[in-house]
């Protein structure tokens, strides 16, 4: 049986994740605040980049990409630990680069391993359960081949909504499309965002309250699970505790028991969602 790594992107918050896998290997994107570089969360973790936030709010903070060369290092330690396929999962390509970077250094690898690049067209910890899924898989005996099979089926098999407590962030770093009908605005509103079928974040509704926001967000995803038979829900928060707990709240009023993970929203993400945003996603499965 071939020996299989996976390369996780740190964007999907997986650092978050109790599960542990020898055969995980975490691409650290960079956070840069104040002309400080930080790798995400080895250097710079939630609860320290949202405290940051929240104490000085004119702060900027800017992502950017691993390089070439770090992808280049970690697969050929991976060679060296005797790995011969090595999974790639990364953020949408949509929001970063990353996914082109990692196709270029699968190029310039000269090693023996065969490598696999996807797309996962998710992030956070949509993004993180993709992941996981692959990594369970492999730990079940399957083979690459299927493992890229079928986390190419499920990657749009989800809705992903999430609530944006302050847009100043998303407007600064341009990461949101569309975001000129929200800027005139953008301090009173809590917009409901979603990450389409094509891995954009794109606006859906415009609401003027934290609090109404939340409801409509459960009120969406609840609807759509009406036409699901089998589901694992997905939260995140940026600092918003409340929030979150409202949101699985209301969902467990109507799936008690459900199956979910949560995780916060790791800094290179926090970096454009702000502070109190909250997230909620569910994958159909069968």
Not at 20 to 43: A, G, S, V, Y
């Amino acid at each position: 049986m071939s020996k299989i790594a996976v390369i996780s992107t740190s964007t999907g918050s997986l650092d978050y994740i109790n599960e542990k896998f020898d055969n995980l290997r975490i691409l650290r994107m960079k956070i840069i605040m104040n002309d400080e570089t930080f790798d995400d969360f080895t250097d710079i973790n939630a609860s320290e980049f949202y405290r940051r936030l929240s104490e000085d709010k004119s702060l900027v903070p800017s992502s950017s990409m691993p390089s070439i060369g770090e992808f280049l290092t970690m697969l050929e330690e991976l060679e060296e630990e005797g790995y011969e396929e090595v999974i790639v999962t990364t953020i949408s390509s949509e929001l970063s680069g990353t996914y082109n970077v990692c196709l270029m250094g699968k190029n310039q690898y000269q090693g023996k391993m065969k490598i696999y690049v996807v797309n996962t067209l998710n992030a956070a910890i949509t993004e993180g359960f993709l992941t996981l899924s692959a990594l369970r898989m492999i730990k079940e005996g399957k083979t690459a081949a299927d493992v890229v099979e079928y986390i190419e089926k499920i990657k749009t098999k989800r809705k992903q909504y999430f609530m944006v407590d302050n847009l100043r962030l998303f407007v600064a770093n341009g990461r949101l499309t569309g975001a000129a009908g929200f800027i005139g605005s953008m301090f009173k509103i809590k917009p409901i965002l979603e990450v389409n079928d094509d891995g954009k974040i794109v606006s859906l509704e415009k609401i003027r309250t934290q609090r109404k926001s939340l409801e409509r967000m459960c009120e969406i995803i609840l609807g759509d699970l009406e036409q699901v038979d089998d589901f694992v829900m997905t939260y995140i928060s940026s600092d918003n505790l409340e929030g979150i707990e409202f949101v699985k709240n209301k969902i467990s009023e109507v799936y008690p028991g459900h199956k979910y993970i949560e995780a916060p929203i790791t800094p290179v993400i926090g970096c454009h969602t702000g502070v109190g945003t909250v997230g909620v996603a569910f994958f159909e499965i069968s």
